[in-house]
């Protein structure tokens, strides 16, 4: 089997993949993640900020033919993490505005980047319409115990506020982890009354 590099994809759907106009296809867009969470298991930890990318020109001709012969406009990506990355994200987001259609996408992100780096607008402007947000925990200890502290402390009150805001128009899912070490039963209860 040879070897397969994200970078140089240029995959392409066929006639027999029965591709309609209103669905929203998969699209990967990297391998990988600069993170090392220490729950997550997937190929590629850690991996160096600005590699495993696919070469946007080679994205942008997929939507491109997507478009054109399908007319599809949105996407689910696939990234373990879409926002790890911010020259991926700024390149995505150049990308995005240069297409003949209005882009439309859901991806996986993580709330702490979107905030430190101030990305949440460029995100909505490049076609953001849902996300998962990779939270894991409102608790402060299990938070730190996971590697992840922005969640115990600023998750709570960030994301109500960003939904008012900047992504009023994002359907936004959050990730949570239940049984993380040091988090009691009433913080999770808590998590629950708190999502509704």
């Known amino acids: 089997v040879p070897h397969y590099d994200i970078t140089t994809c240029d995959f392409k759907w066929h006639e027999q993949d029965f591709v309609q106009s209103n669905e929203a296809l998969p699209l990967e867009t990297s391998r990988g993640c600069i993170f090392k969470c220490k729950f997550c298991a997937f190929e590629n930890l850690g991996k160096s900020p600005g590699t495993l990318i696919r070469d946007m020109s080679l994205i942008r001709d997929e939507l491109i033919e997507n478009y054109e012969r399908w007319g599809v406009t949105r996407y689910q990506l696939l990234d373990d993490t879409f926002n790890d990355d911010m020259i991926k994200v700024e390149q995505w987001a150049r990308m995005s505005q240069s ?15 979107v905030q430190k780096q101030d990305s949440a607008a460029m995100l909505v402007e490049s076609g953001l319409r849902g996300c998962h947000l990779g939270v894991e925990t409102l608790h402060k200890q299990a938070s730190k115990a996971i590697a992840k502290p922005w969640s115990g402390t600023k998750a709570r009150e960030w994301i109500p506020e960003i939904q008012k805001t900047t992504w009023k128009d994002v359907n936004v899912t959050v990730n949570v982890i239940l049984g993380l070490p040091y988090e009691p039963l009433k913080s999770m209860n808590d998590t629950f009354q708190w999502a509704y």
């Open 99 to 113: 297409l003949p259609f209005k882009l439309e996408y859901t991806a996986h992100l993580r709330g702490d980047l």
